[in-house]
């Protein structure tokens, strides 16, 4: 094995790996529960059965996405305990007590109600359905909460002391749990969440809007997607704004890379290209904008910003990754903006429906928000580095005992049970989205005689009212 593959590297390479598949399901996850919500509320209050049918089809993809999303989740905790046992006895005291809040109070709720919100619509009331899918709903917010207050305290810890051990140790919860990146995280990945869903939605509601215009499911999906890109694009951009200053008061090395800034100083421009060297301490192929990374991080010309020569190069994050990631992230947001301000244009003009360019580009876009947030994710992860407790306790000493030929190994083994397992549950939810809305699957299972049942079906699979 070459001597580069240490078990350091394979054992972070694997956490990527596992990490990467899981995150993207969660994602899809908050967005799509809320979304289901919404649109049985929708249903339940205005009568319209497309409504229903529009809830129908994307409640089999919600339910393949969830299940795929706890099955990595749970893989993941079991590497705590293989390759970072030092790291998950130094902070099991503060961390392990948040993971268990997020069992008890999200996971239990999504759980506990999962199964009417999937199975009982026709055994229960209506009312009694739609509140088992809020709770699915908030349950997953819940999740996002905790699991984002631990990946929060990680890099800014707050209200901990240390005891004899080298544990961390708990001294004020409040301080741990809303810890000073907390709120940003949250709301930056809650945002991200739903814009994730909304551009799944939206793409899947264009792409069969191409082949039926009338397709009335297809146009509410399309509709709400566009909305929810005009108006929560824009303040993902705010709260990304928000949340890089806050980084840039906690984490400066992070900012520091992601800007590919190496000399402190004012002035500081906001570089559009480059390729970052670490080991020649600086970028070549430049071409940035004059201190526009001053203004937007100082909100002054003449602001003063670390560079990342001010710590030592053991203390660095690895840039060209950090900061190319933070390009396609922010690239992926503007061009998110741009899809919601052509949507209303469109609609302005009462051709929300009828321009194939633009649902062309939102076919297009359906997988950006997926690629936004594991960019993002590198961001977060990969600019902590080289701690996984910032400041505090190095990724080396977090380390287990382990070999690197034995991480190797089940790293192997996690590839290529992922790309079957997660591979064929993908393929299952790309079928689901490219059969038409309005199908019979997608009809309410309803009244048994064929004269009734004939009467609802037909005006559902046109697309139509059910009056």
């Given at each position: 094995?070459?001597?580069?593959?240490?078990a350091e590297?394979?054992?972070?390479?694997?956490f990527?790996?596992?990490?990467?598949?899981?995150i993207?399901?969660?994602?899809?996850?908050?967005g799509?529960a809320s979304?289901?919500?919404?649109?049985?509320?929708?249903?339940?209050?205005?009568?319209?059965?497309a409504?229903?049918?529009?809830f129908?089809?994307?409640l089999?993809?919600?339910?393949?996405a969830?299940?795929?999303?706890?099955v990595?989740?749970?893989?993941?905790?079991?590497?705590f305990?293989?390759?970072w046992a030092?790291y998950?006895?130094?902070?099991?005291?503060?961390?392990?007590?948040l993971?268990?809040?997020?069992?008890?109070?999200?996971?239990f709720?999504?759980?506990?109600f999962l199964?009417?919100?999937?199975?009982?619509?026709?055994?229960?009331?209506?009312?009694?359905h739609?509140?088992a899918?809020?709770?699915?709903?908030?349950?997953?917010l819940?999740?996002?909460?905790?699991?984002?207050?631990?990946?929060?305290?990680?890099?800014t810890?707050?209200?901990?002391?240390?005891?004899?051990?080298?544990?961390?140790?708990?001294?004020?919860?409040?301080?741990?749990?809303?810890?000073?990146?907390f709120p940003?995280?949250?709301?930056?990945?809650?945002?991200?969440?739903?814009?994730?869903?909304?551009?799944?939605?939206?793409?899947?509601?264009?792409?069969h809007?191409?082949?039926?215009?009338?397709?009335?499911?297809a146009?509410?999906?399309?509709?709400?997607?566009?909305?929810?890109?005009?108006v929560v694009?824009?303040?993902?951009?705010i709260?990304?704004?928000?949340?890089?200053?806050?980084?840039l008061?906690?984490?400066?090395?992070k900012?520091?890379?992601?800007?590919?800034h190496?000399?402190?100083?004012s002035r500081?421009?906001l570089?559009?290209?480059?390729v970052?060297?670490?080991e020649a301490?600086?970028n070549?192929?430049?071409?940035?904008?004059?201190?526009l990374?001053?203004?937007?991080?100082?909100h002054?010309?003449?602001?003063?910003?670390?560079?990342?020569?001010?710590?030592?190069?053991?203390d660095?994050?690895?840039?060209?990754?950090?900061?190319?990631?933070?390009?396609?992230?922010?690239?992926?947001?503007?061009?998110?903006?741009?899809i919601?301000?052509?949507?209303?244009?469109?609609?302005?003009?009462g051709k929300?429906?009828?321009?194939?360019?633009?649902g062309?580009?939102?076919v297009?876009?359906?997988?950006?928000?997926?690629?936004?947030?594991?960019?993002?994710?590198?961001?977060?992860?990969?600019g902590?580095?080289?701690y996984?407790?910032?400041?505090?306790?190095?990724?080396a000493?977090s380390?287990?005992?382990?070999e690197a030929p034995?991480v190797?190994?089940?790293?192997?083994?996690?590839a290529?049970?992922?790309?079957?397992?997660?591979g064929?549950g993908?393929?299952?939810i790309?079928?689901?989205?490219?059969?038409?809305?309005?199908t019979?699957?997608?009809?309410?299972?309803?009244?048994?005689?064929?004269a009734a049942?004939?009467?609802d079906?037909?005006?559902?699979a046109?697309?139509g009212r059910?009056?």
């Amino acid at each position: 094995m070459p001597e580069f593959l240490t078990a350091e590297l394979l054992a972070r390479a694997q956490f990527a790996f596992t990490v990467s598949f899981h995150i993207v399901f969660p994602a899809f996850s908050i967005g799509l529960a809320s979304y289901l919500a919404v649109l049985e509320g929708l249903w339940l209050k205005t009568g319209d059965e497309a409504y229903l049918t529009t809830f129908r089809y994307w409640l089999k993809i919600f339910a393949v996405a969830f299940g795929m999303g706890v099955v990595s989740g749970i893989v993941m905790s079991y590497q705590f305990g293989t390759n970072w046992a030092v790291y998950a006895d130094k902070t099991g005291p503060v961390l392990g007590p948040l993971l268990g809040y997020e069992v008890l109070s999200a996971f239990f709720l999504e759980a506990g109600f999962l199964g009417i919100m999937l199975f009982g619509l026709e055994r229960v009331g209506k009312k009694l359905h739609f509140m088992a899918t809020l709770m699915v709903a908030v349950g997953t917010l819940f999740s996002a909460f905790w699991i984002l207050s631990v990946n929060s305290w990680m890099q800014t810890p707050a209200g901990y002391g240390i005891n004899e051990a080298g544990q961390f140790i708990v001294e004020d919860w409040w301080a741990v749990v809303f810890n000073p990146s907390f709120p940003y995280r949250l709301v930056h990945m809650t945002l991200a969440a739903y814009l994730t869903t909304a551009f799944v939605v939206g793409g899947v509601g264009a792409w069969h809007l191409l082949k039926d215009r009338s397709n009335r499911p297809a146009r509410i999906m399309f509709s709400m997607a566009m909305w929810m890109a005009l108006v929560v694009a824009p303040l993902q951009v705010i709260a990304g704004d928000m949340h890089g200053l806050n980084t840039l008061e906690h984490q400066p090395a992070k900012v520091a890379a992601m800007e590919g800034h190496w000399e402190t100083g004012s002035r500081v421009p906001l570089l559009l290209f480059a390729v970052p060297d670490n080991e020649a301490e600086g970028n070549h192929f430049e071409i940035g904008v004059p201190a526009l990374a001053s203004v937007i991080l100082k909100h002054d010309p003449d602001g003063v910003i670390q560079g990342l020569k001010d710590w030592p190069k053991e203390d660095r994050p690895p840039v060209f990754i950090v900061f190319w990631s933070f390009r396609i992230m922010v690239a992926i947001g503007f061009l998110m903006v741009g899809i919601g301000l052509w949507s209303l244009i469109a609609r302005m003009r009462g051709k929300l429906y009828e321009s194939p360019l633009l649902g062309k580009a939102a076919v297009l876009m359906a997988p950006s928000g997926f690629i936004a947030v594991l960019a993002g994710w590198v961001v977060t992860e990969v600019g902590r580095q080289p701690y996984t407790v910032y400041g505090l306790l190095r990724t080396a000493d977090s380390l287990s005992p382990v070999e690197a030929p034995a991480v190797a190994t089940s790293l192997a083994i996690f590839a290529v049970v992922y790309f079957i397992v997660f591979g064929a549950g993908t393929v299952y939810i790309l079928r689901q989205m490219a059969e038409r809305p309005g199908t019979p699957a997608h009809v309410p299972e309803g009244p048994t005689r064929a004269a009734a049942y004939t009467t609802d079906y037909v005006k559902l699979a046109e697309g139509g009212r059910h009056d």
